[in-house]
């Protein structure tokens, strides 16, 4: 059973495009880290959030974590080809045991 | 300062066969968890260990065992194997049970 579902599955769009990706679960997180993985690595933490209604920016990418904490999403401004990647969400029950979702493929074209 | 290391990067098997993956973690970084990647699936936790026990286990069969040792490195075993085996297997370390993990590369393992 999947307990976070991510959306959409692929995204590919041009360089300097916007784009948001989602992240949703039924049941309330108590913290959800964003993470990035590139074909051949493992994958890198970008952030974690822990309170509902949190916005996080690191550059160009912007977190949410929803009010109910049940949500959260990750919005790139003017996309760069170096984004392209694979970015996991994933609800911690602490550092070693993390439940990631199927993630979010994304292409930006040059 | 080396990351997370893995070995092999790359294994090809057969089915029926033993594996063993090796991971070393960051320097002071007690704790290594394990992951399972299947191609077009995030990651899906198979173990954890802390200061050489397991703290954590998955919902995997009884084919899959990891152990940790005096340094903190880990091994993975996972015997009598499967075509659905074949996936990338992540080691993550961690310096306690409830901070941050940093994953290495992974052992990309296929099953024929």
């Known amino acids: 059973t999947q307990l976070l579902e991510q959306s959409p599955q692929f995204l590919s769009i041009q360089e300097g495009e916007n784009l948001t990706v989602y992240c949703n679960s039924s049941s309330v997180f108590s913290s959800l880290q964003w993470y990035r993985q590139e074909p051949g690595e493992g994958p890198v933490l970008l952030v974690t959030?822990?309170?509902?209604?949190e916005v996080k920016k690191l550059k160009r990418l912007t977190f949410q974590f929803g009010d109910a904490r049940k949500d959260s999403s990750l919005h790139i401004t003017a996309a760069q080809p170096g984004d392209t990647g694979l970015y996991l969400c994933?609800?911690?029950?602490?550092?070693?045991?993390?439940?990631f979702g199927d993630g979010t493929t994304l292409t930006v074209k040059p | 300062d080396a990351g997370v290391t893995q070995s092999p990067t790359h294994l090809i098997k057969t089915r029926g066969q033993h594996v063993t993956l090796r991971c070393s973690p960051i320097?002071?970084?007690?704790?290594v968890s394990w992951y399972q990647q299947v191609l077009g699936q995030g990651p899906q936790f198979i173990f954890q260990?802390?200061?050489?026990?397991?703290?954590g286990r998955g919902n995997f069969p009884d084919r899959f065992s990891a152990r940790q040792f005096p340094n903190y490195s880990s091994e993975l075993n996972v015997n009598a194997l499967l075509l659905g085996d074949s996936a990338l297997y992540l080691c993550?370390?961690?310096?306690?049970?409830?901070?941050?993990?940093?994953f290495g590369q992974g052992t990309r393992l296929t099953v024929v």
């Open positions: 320097s002071g970084h007690k704790s």
């Open positions: 994933a609800k911690e029950a602490n550092a070693g045991k993390s439940t």
């Open positions: 993550a370390s961690s310096l306690a049970s409830n901070t941050e993990a940093f």
């Open positions: 959030v822990v309170t509902g209604g």
């Open positions: 260990y802390y200061e050489k026990e397991e703290r």
